[in-house]
T-cell receptor, first 110, second 115 residues
């Protein structure tokens, strides 16, 4: 069974203070690792897909990386508008569904 | 272009009543998924459609839950004889195809409260 564990559960940063969120996973035949952002009262917003170890993707202040066991979402010089819950999900080879972690609640203070 | 839409955005119902939740996927997306998000829980998969067929219903929690999709587009999730434990946000997602590593795009969700 696919499993995803995210840490920390919550992270509070000062504006401009860079940090990383962790997503550890076990999956049989990775078909994709996905990062989403979710704001309160809204559905998850797609950020990145990573397919193989060593792959990296960037978008504005966010950079996602992937190894065979975990993924990191690096946030460089965050702004208050980056405050949200960040969700990690995997899709295994025989599944159509995404298996999600419980998320990291990021708060960036001005 | 238009994203995934869901209706209603909020639904309050009495225990024992039936409810229907609707999802309009992104045009051209053949795959459609339903998930449930409860307080303190992650997103929980319910059902997957490819076209009008549902090859994976493994996440439906009981036989009170059913879903259909018509015309390869709109989907309806029906919960019969609702219970308080059914209270959650029901999210719909769609993707270009169910095969491959295509990303899933989510709608805003329907918040269901059973009193």
């Amino acid at each position: 069974e696919d499993q995803v564990t995210q840490s920390p559960e919550a992270l509070r940063l000062q504006e401009g203070e860079s940090s990383s969120l962790n997503c550890s996973y076990t999956v049989s035949g990775l078909r994709g690792l996905f990062w989403y952002r979710q704001d309160p009262g809204k559905g998850p917003e797609f950020l990145f897909t990573l397919y193989s170890a060593g792959e990296e993707k960037e978008k504005e202040r966010l950079k996602a990386t992937l190894t065979k066991k975990e993924s990191f979402l690096h946030i460089t010089a965050p702004k208050p508008e980056d405050s949200a819950t960040y969700l990690c999900a995997v899709r295994g080879g025989s599944n159509y569904k995404l298996t999600f972690g419980k998320g990291t609640l990021l708060t960036v203070n001005p | 272009g238009a994203g995934v839409s869901q209706s209603p955005s909020n639904k309050v119902t009495e225990k024992g009543k039936d409810v229907e939740l609707r999802c309009d996927p992104i045009s051209g997306h053949t795959a459609l998924y339903w998930y449930r998000q409860s307080l303190g829980q992650g997103l929980e998969f319910l059902i997957y459609f490819q076209g009008n067929s549902a090859p994976d219903k493994s996440g439906l929690p009981s036989d009170r839950f059913s879903a259909e999709r018509t015309g390869g587009s709109v989907s309806t999730l029906t919960i019969q004889r609702t219970q308080q434990e059914d209270s959650a946000v029901y999210l719909c997602a769609s993707s270009l195809s169910g095969t491959g590593g295509y990303e899933q795009y989510f709608g805003p969700g329907t918040r269901l409260t059973v009193t």
